[in-house]
């Protein structure tokens, strides 16, 4: 009598790797500023994050953005608009299990002409310094 085994699944160290890779290679961020004036404009960061039970890879996709604007080094920097997708509110844990989310980031950079003639009308430089 000649047994036959069953073929087994992929253990879970050969899965691992497979998902931590794919995680890696699935983050990624875009960024684009326009200008307005000489000294302002507006910005939109987008970024992806893989998130594999409650680990985000490399990083939550959130901060993945926000990094991207504030490493571009301009001044006077606000973040107007701040979405998160997929939301599902309270069944959102299920993302947590596997899933990938896009943040994207809009907002203003520099300062306006406006702004700047308010400084020199009241003497009180915008810098606070």
Do not use: H
């Amino acid at each position: 009598m000649v047994s036959q085994s069953l073929p087994r699944g992929p253990s879970l160290q050969r899965l691992l790797p497979s998902l931590f890779l794919a995680g890696m290679l699935s983050a990624c961020a875009t960024i684009s500023f326009e200008r307005e004036t000489e000294t302002s404009g507006t910005f939109r960061s987008e970024a992806w994050a893989f998130t594999i039970f409650a680990w985000d890879f490399p990083k939550e996709s959130v901060q993945i953005a926000r990094d991207n604007v504030f490493d571009a080094g301009l001044s006077n920097l606000d973040v107007t608009n701040v979405i998160t997708t997929p939301y599902l509110g309270w069944w959102d844990w299920l993302l947590d299990v596997v899933g990938v989310r896009k943040t994207v980031l809009t907002g203003t950079w520099g300062f306006s002409g406006e702004q700047l003639r308010k400084e020199k009308a009241t003497g009180t430089p915008l810098l606070g310094s």
